[in-house]
């Protein structure tokens, strides 16, 4: 202000005299100066700034991928493996440039849901309280279809049992609890596994008198989910994505018996190193080490 020239007088007047004739503080003229100087720099991200710059930060999030016994992990694993190797920087900056470079595994299109008959939540505070179990289908390549039963853990998401079979049977679903109380109960007798319930849903499998009367020997609570509500046993339905996304749609199998000692090698490989976001990205090994020795200390 102090600079431009009169048009009518032709002279240059100073900022105090032309702020006292408008009326203004001669700090706004000083404030306006200061914005129109910062405009001429370029735009900066705000807060703290990495070490690393983007190309860089790239091409260690290729490394985390290519060394993931994984396929698709998405941004909030890679940035929890990033953490783990030193590397400080955002889940947001982490999702931005994954998704800039193609990085991002392809999502399933949402579908929009009714009202819902199961809220709050599923899950527990202590391994062995509660365990899901649900089946799903595969296709061999010699012997046809072939049903994968499994049971997962509430607490964890521990896969504590995992089981193909030709045929869909009530006998067959029994077996990855049988795995389960035998590794986490010690052994598999009357009342061995008192405190746990059973979450499944309607399936002629889960309700049969068979599966009942064994799991109530071993005494197990049973705990069906709502009818029409996958949620309820939402624990093991995304453990069946998992495993689906994981192994059963990116392999083939020749035999139920290939396929059978790929799911227990898969069952060891998840429990030791799937990141679970919710226990702070530990893995279902870690979690149940970890609470088993809180409880021990009280």
Request: proline share 4%; with cysteine.
């Amino acid at each position: 202000m102090s600079r431009a020239e009169s048009p009518s007088t032709k002279h240059r007047y100073g900022v105090a005299m032309v702020a006292e004739e408008f009326g203004l503080a001669r700090s706004t003229d000083y404030a306006g100066q200061e914005r129109a100087e910062r405009r001429c720099d370029p735009p900066r991200k705000r807060g703290p700034h990495t070490k690393y710059g983007d190309s860089e930060l790239v091409a260690r999030i290729r490394k985390v991928l290519s060394e993931s016994d994984f396929i698709g992990e998405g941004h909030r694993k890679v940035w929890a493996k990033l953490r783990f190797q030193g590397v400080r920087t955002s889940k947001a900056r982490v999702l931005r440039l994954m998704r800039e470079n193609g990085l991002l595994a392809p999502s399933r299109a949402q579908r929009a849901l009714g009202p819902r008959s199961h809220d709050g939540t599923i899950t527990t505070a202590q391994p062995n309280l509660m365990w899901g179990t649900d089946l799903t289908a595969t296709v061999t390549t010699a012997e046809g279809t072939a049903a994968v039963f499994v049971a997962v853990d509430h607490c964890n998401s521990e896969c504590v049992g995992i089981h193909a079979a030709a045929a869909a049977t009530r006998l067959e679903a029994l077996e990855p609890i049988r795995q389960g109380v035998r590794e986490y109960f010690g052994g598999y007798d009357h009342q061995v596994a008192l405190g746990l319930k059973l979450r499944h849903d309607h399936g002629s499998q889960y309700i049969s008198d068979h599966l009942q009367d064994e799991i109530h020997f071993l005494g197990i609570e049973s705990s069906p989910a709502f009818v029409r509500a996958p949620e309820g046993n939402g624990v093991a339905e995304r453990f069946i994505r998992t495993l689906k996304e994981q192994l059963l749609w990116v392999k083939s199998f020749r035999t139920i018996e290939e396929l059978r000692l790929a799911l227990h090698e898969f069952r060891r490989t998840y429990n030791e190193r799937w990141l679970v976001e919710r226990h702070g990205h530990r893995t279902p090994a870690q979690i149940r080490r970890r609470l088993a020795g809180a409880k021990e200390a009280a």
